[in-house]
């Protein structure tokens, strides 16, 4: 990691419904290993029986708590924890602290799977809603720092798949043929550590799609 003598930002990781911190364990090992401060926390509770404005509370009052207040950090969502990372931002001023923000297989403009459950934060993840709808609306803010949406055509549990694209920032296809396997794959990880080396406000303000399909999968990339 080229940090031009510089610390790298510390990374928040924050996980998906049904998750806890520990699901970004692969990730979280090979991102220190490559010289980064990683941060997790538990999101409670973790199945969408509170609403998506909670949890984001949750994710400030973590970043009030541990990093004072010059410090920037750098953001990773997965799946919901992408949606809550974007209340964050765009409703509670996260967007004041964070340089690079990156959503895995996030559902930005909802899924079906959201409809199999009542819960309150589900209900806010399907298609359509009215809180998909409001951060969508202004989205365009995100901008403002180096946004990467990262996801797979093959995902089961974002339906349909391309509800993980967004129209900003920079878009990485990776052919990862499970939800969970996002977290894993040698190529998702790749591109997460690319994304954090990126200059800030170094990408440009239309959305291009980079593939990493063809990547062998070996013992080397992981």
């Known amino acids: 990691m080229d940090t031009e003598n510089q610390q790298p930002n510390p990374v928040l ?12 364990n692969t990730m979280a090992s090979y991102l220190r290993q490559r010289g980064w401060s990683i941060h997790t926390l538990d999101l ?5 029986a509170v609403s998506l404005e909670q949890l984001a509370k949750q994710v400030d009052d ?9 410090q920037t950090i750098d953001l ?21 602290r964070v340089q690079r923000f990156i959503t895995i297989s996030s559902p930005h403009y909802g899924t079906v799977i959201a409809y199999g459950s009542r819960l309150p934060g589900c209900v806010q993840m399907r298609t359509n809603s009215a809180f998909l709808k ?6 365009v803010m995100l901008k403002q720092l180096n946004f990467t949406s990262i996801w797979t055509p093959y995902d089961l549990m974002i339906v349909p798949a391309n509800s993980s694209q967004m129209l900003l920032g920079r878009e990485v296809v990776v052919s990862v043929a499970l939800h969970p396997w996002m977290l894993k794959d040698p190529r998702s990880l790749a591109t997460v550590a690319e994304a954090l080396v990126e200059p800030v406000n170094s990408y440009p303000q239309f959305v291009y799609t980079q593939s990493y399909q063809k990547l062998p999968l070996s013992n080397d990339n992981i």
């Open 62 to 70: 973590y970043v009030a708590t541990n990093f004072v207040p010059e």
């Open 13 to 24: 990781l924050i996980h998906g419904i049904g998750d806890t911190g520990a699901v970004f």
């Open 76 to 96: 990773v969502g997965f799946s919901m924890g992408g949606i809550v990372s974007r209340y964050y931002l765009q409703r509670l001023g996260g967007i004041k």
């Open 44 to 48: 409670i509770p973790n199945n969408g």
């Open 134 to 139: 409001d951060l969508n609306s202004d989205a």
